[in-house]
């Protein structure tokens, strides 16, 4: 098992369709994708609920705009640092390429989003390989938060 790393934001207002994490292996080495978490904090009366869609790709080859840069954080204190980049909340999505659709699922924003899969079905990315987790424009602003971990 190699180093796992958290990369996180918090209190994000997210208005518009947006690849809320990409992240790119590094050359020579692969990331597995351990769990995605996504919470909001603004919309709790049953009035506001809504599906958000949530979808998880492997494969454009350019990168998305719109965010900010994330360093991620090694689990283990000791750990080396990270040699994935990571960004988060890009706005201008992710393109070009042959992406493949991984994961295709509907987020109800009342409770909190969880992809957390068993061992052997983990996604792994290639060395170089990008990967995002985009969701869908809400119906209104949502003020979320989210957590990606990664070996």
Do not use: C, K
Request: proline share 5%; aromatic share 4%.
């Amino acid at each position: 098992m190699g180093s796992i790393y958290s990369a996180a934001f918090s209190a994000i207002a997210v208005a518009a369709a947006q690849d809320v994490f990409e992240i790119v292996a590094p050359a020579g080495r692969m990331v597995t994708l351990r769990e995605v978490r996504l919470g909001q904090a603004s919309d709790a009366g049953d009035a506001q609920a809504e599906l958000v869609p949530v979808t998880v790709l492997r494969g454009h080859t350019t990168s998305g705009a719109g965010g900010a840069a994330v360093t991620p954080a090694a689990l283990r204190s000791g750990d080396a640092a990270a040699s994935a980049s990571v960004e988060r909340n890009n706005t201008t999505l992710a393109q070009d390429g042959s992406a493949a659709t991984l994961l295709a699922e509907a987020w109800n924003v009342q409770a909190p989003y969880l992809y957390r899969p068993d061992a052997d079905a983990r996604i792994v990315v290639a060395p170089g390989e990008r990967l995002v987790v985009r969701i869908g424009a809400p119906a209104d602003s949502l003020t979320m938060s989210g957590t990606l971990v990664f070996e």
